[in-house]
C-alpha cells in the first residue's frame, strides 16, 4: 500500500454473521479498523478494514483480526507499506544562495530522496526560462534514493548583475499530483 490513508481492504470469510471483531497492530505507525459490519457480496461475506500509517519510512507491520469472544479465530495479515518519497539530503556542493554557473558548464548536484520507487514514482526538472540552462536529473541508485541533478549554463544571463533563473525538481507519487521537491536559483555568467 503506498497512500497514508483511505486503504479500505475486504476480508472475505464464512460463517461472519453475528460476531464481533477486534482488530489490532504490532506497529504503532500503523492504524487499522474496522467497524464490524458484515458484508455480503456475489453471495459471500466479508468484513471490511480500513489501515492507515503515520510512518515517515517505509514499514511492514502484522495486522491481527480476530473474534472478540475467541481470539484464537484469528487472521494475520502482513502489510508492506510504502511511504511517500521526500527529499532526505542534499549533497555538500549546493549553494546556500544563487548558483553561480560559468556559461559552457555544468553544474553537477546529488540529492537523496528517501521512499523513491521507480516503478511507483515520476520525477522531472524544470526551468523558468529555456534560454539560460538545461537541467536534467538521473538517478544514479535507486536503492539508495541518489540522484545527480545536472544545470548547464548554456547562455549568460542578459543582466548578470540581477538577472537570474530559477531550476526545480519535481515529484508525482502514484494518484498525487506534482510536488516540488528542490529550487535552486542560476546566474550564468
Do not use: C, H
Not at 82 to 98: Q, V
Request: glycine letters at 6%.
Amino acid at each position: 500500500m503506498r497512500n497514508p490513508t483511505l486503504n479500505t481492504y475486504e476480508i472475505y470469510g464464512k460463517n461472519l454473521s453475528g460476531k464481533t471483531f477486534k482488530i489490532e497492530t504490532d506497529n504503532p505507525e500503523v492504524i487499522a479498523e474496522t467497524d464490524g459490519q458484515v458484508n455480503i457480496k456475489n453471495n459471500r461475506q466479508f468484513l471490511t478494514i480500513k489501515v492507515s500509517s503515520t510512518a515517515k519510512d517505509d514499514v511492514t507491520s502484522l495486522i491481527n483480526l480476530y473474534q472478540e469472544d475467541d481470539p484464537n479465530q484469528k487472521i494475520e495479515i502482513t502489510a508492506n507499506i510504502l511511504a511517500l518519497p521526500y527529499l532526505e539530503k542534499i549533497g555538500d556542493n549546493w549553494p546556500s544562495s544563487t548558483a553561480k554557473i560559468k556559461q559552457g558548464t555544468t553544474l553537477k548536484l546529488s540529492y537523496v530522496i528517501k521512499n523513491y520507487k521507480a516503478s511507483l514514482d515520476e520525477l522531472t526538472t524544470r526551468r523558468a526560462d529555456d534560454k539560460n540552462i538545461d537541467v536534467k536529473t538521473y538517478l544514479v541508485n535507486e536503492n539508495t534514493g541518489e540522484f545527480i541533478w545536472e544545470i548547464y549554463g548554456r547562455t549568460a544571463q542578459a543582466w548578470p548583475g540581477w538577472g537570474s533563473t530559477d531550476a526545480t525538481i519535481w515529484i508525482k507519487s502514484g494518484n498525487y499530483d506534482w510536488k516540488e521537491l528542490a529550487r535552486i536559483n542560476t546566474q550564468v555568467k
